[in-house]
């Protein structure tokens, strides 16, 4: 297939009104950002702008939280023990070394943050989950005795001062820190930006939502997991340095287990899955500090509070109830909604450009769950250019045989092989990357992203863009971006579901869902496809549209296995079938043999009797005249 395209179809088109709307939006915030920046320069009060300085490192802390927390569902809340690395490593080389110049503090402390990430992350992903969170509390809790016993580089509990820092050998004053700081903020914010609203964002949320989804899309979900860890670290890091510039002095109690719960709190309170919400949250955290009297002396209760109002009211924070108040004045007319799109003149054709299918094998595959034997000696083959059905009762071993195929599960018994490769034993991602790719009974979409974002993420290992050009905008990206679109909008049109490509994709109708799924399948351009139990929940005009899609990838070279209750549509789109029953292989044929199998129609159906092998005959009869039509 091309690397533009894989429909004939020109793609369809869309108005460049949304486009220009998020373009003003980003200018609209920069412009907000070069005001503040301008600040002391405008007649900003001392006291005023230390609290925009304040807010900005809380808030480039709490950014950190929000890319691991909430784009790639990880609960590392090590974060302050990251800020103290910055602080500690900038005030140690002005002090001992005379190193102030801000480039290079900023380069070493940004390698200490990656060589740190590395060195947690590696052992505290492989625990995920709670452990994980545990790991990084630890790190915050040991912080005091770390501080202690390096007290020959961190001044112990008297602390470090910090001379002023310098730009090219020239020193900065008041102003000067206080622009470094935002200006600081304002590029952080606009490269973490970036990087959420690109492919990889999209890949950090098919993480979040479902490792076994981004597997099945190629992507190594450790390699991913270690990435956005280390990442996030980079801005508490920066945080950390900007701190120790801005008060002159560090001590291990301004890095408490008290400020771990602030970032927290901030990041709830804000959205942890908004690019702003860090913002939003810092100021409310950073104003109440210095609002209420009572702060210091109730800060754990207060941040408790703010936890539970987040996690009971706001749960995706006030920038989530923002969001949610906007969606409705828009359902409500009091808004204007995204354009439609429009579909392109052209007559519609349902034709792929050529698919290099490659055969698969399974050869005397066995699997056993303890003492459960769920497949025993099965053998089956698929070739390109046809489709061969798997059907078979419930339980009967399909699905758990379809798992063995794309690697989820690794055989007790056999082999499996996709033309050359053996890929029977290797790693999910590794197998999606040989060629494979499927769809799920339960449709698996991620939450936050549109349709034609969804279908899109399965370009995300084949055609990837770096992170730098991402982040840096650069024509690569650009050119990834409009491939990208091209082809998710020109197979949404193939399913015949382009009306959806703006919404988001996890409130899509269940048959709407599955057919994105099927076109996300497509955007991968793999050599196998496996489909299971795709055509459940769809309305005949959404059947239509499977079956002209299934149809369309024999016709183009792919390799098709359908696991498939719809025993009419197996009729009629299936060139060889094979029937599984108590995890073995009881038949195989083509459709007119197997529907006239006494065996089959005993497992498959429960009966044998006149009555179902006239029905079944009845079936076959209609999809045979449908399926010749097809070819």
């Keep these: 297939m091309s690397a533009d395209s894989a429909v004939v179809r020109p793609p369809v088109t869309s108005s460049g009104l949304f486009a220009k709307v998020s373009r003003f939006r980003g200018l609209l915030m920069l412009a907000l950002g070069l005001l503040v920046l301008l600040g ?63 480039p290079l503090i900023f380069g070493i402390v940004i390698l200490a943050a990656l060589v740190i990430g590395l060195v947690t992350g590696i052992p505290g992903l492989r625990l995920g989950g709670w452990s994980l969170a545990m790991v990084a509390f630890f790190m915050v809790i040991i912080l005091p005795s770390v501080v202690q016993v390096l007290s020959k580089y961190t001044g112990g509990p008297l602390g470090l001062s910090t001379p002023l820092p310098t730009l090219f050998g020239r020193d900065l004053g008041d102003r000067g820190v206080y622009v470094l700081i935002v200006a600081t903020v304002i590029i952080w914010f606009a490269l ?17 939502q479902s490792p076994i989804l981004a597997e099945s899309l190629g992507i190594s979900v450790f390699r991913l997991k270690l990435i956005v860890y280390v990442i996030s670290a980079v801005p508490c890091a920066l945080g950390g340095a900007l701190f120790a510039w801005l008060d002159g002095f560090i001590a291990p109690d301004t890095f408490t287990f008290a400020m ?12 942890a899955t908004s690019i702003y919400g860090a913002l939003v949250g810092a100021f409310l955290l950073q104003y109440g500090q210095q609002q209420l009297t ?22 995706n924070g006030l920038t989530g109830l923002f969001r949610t108040l906007v969606a409705r004045a828009r359902h ?53 250019g046809r489709i061969t059905a798997l059907i078979g009762p419930n339980g009967s071993g399909k699905t758990t045989l379809l798992n063995l195929m794309c690697g989820f599960y690794t055989p007790s018994a056999g082999s499996i092989t996709l033309g050359d490769t053996t890929i029977s034993g290797l790693k999910p991602f590794k197998v999606a990357r040989a060629g494979v790719a499927r769809t799920f009974q339960t449709p698996m979409v991620a939450r936050g992203m549109t349709t034609r974002e969804f279908v899109a993420s399965g370009r995300y290992s084949q055609q990837k863009v770096s992170m730098l050009a991402t982040v840096l905008r650069l024509p690569s990206f650009r050119r990834g ?50 489909f299971d139990e795709v055509a459940s929940g769809l309305d005949p005009a959404d059947l239509d549209s499977l079956e002209r899609a299934i149809r369309a990838i024999r016709d183009a070279g792919g390799t ?68 010749e039509g097809g070819r």
Excluded at 46 to 57: C, E, K, P, Q, W
Excluded at 192 to 208: D, K, M, P, Q
Excluded at 359 to 383: E, H, M, W, Y
Excluded at 509 to 526: H, I, S
Aim: glycine share 10%; proline share 4%.
């Design 40 to 102: 002391p320069y405008l007649g900003m009060s001392g006291y005023l702008a230390r609290t925009v300085m304040l807010v900005g490192i809380l808030s480039l802390l709490t950014s950190g939280l929000n890319i691991v927390l909430g784009y790639a569902g990880e609960l590392a809340v090590n974060q302050v023990f990251l800020y103290a690395v910055g602080a500690y490593v900038t005030a140690y080389l002005g002090t001992a070394h005379g190193i102030t110049d801000v």
């Design 192 to 208: 973490a930006r970036n990087l959420i609203l690109s492919a990889h964002g999209n890949a950090f949320l098919v993480l979040r």
């Design 260 to 271: 771990a719960l602030s970032v927290l709190a901030a990041s709830m309170f804000g959205g």
């Design 294 to 315: 009572v702060f210091a002396q109730l800060e754990l209760v207060i941040y408790g509070v703010f936890l539970l109002a987040a996690a009971l009211v706001f749960r």
């Design 332 to 384: 409500r007319g009091w808004l204007p909604t995204a354009p439609a799109l429009r579909a392109a003149e052209q007559p519609p054709t349902t034709g792929l450009e050529p698919i290099e299918g490659r055969p698969l094998s399974c050869r005397d595959i066995g699997k056993n769950f303890g003492g459960n034997q769920a497949l025993t000696g099965v053998s089956i083959d698929a070739a390109p």
């Design 481 to 530: 971006v409009r491939a990208d679109d091209s082809e998710a909008l020109a197979l949404l049109e193939l399913m015949g579901i382009a009306q959806t490509a703006g919404t988001e994709v996890s409130e899509l109708p269940l048959g709407t869902r599955r057919l994105a799924e099927v076109a996300r399948a497509l955007a991968a351009r793999p050599q196998l496809f496996l």
């Design 560 to 627: 098709v296995v359908l696991v498939e209750h719809n025993f009419p549509l197996v009729l009629k789109v299936s060139d060889t079938i094979h029937v599984l029953s108590r995890g073995e292989l009881i038949a195989t044929g083509t459709p007119e043999e197997i529907q006239r199998d006494a065996r089959v129609l005993e497992e498959y159906t429960g009966s044998s009797g006149a009555e179902t092998v006239a029905g079944l005959e009845a079936d076959l009869e209609v999809a045979g005249t449908d399926n």
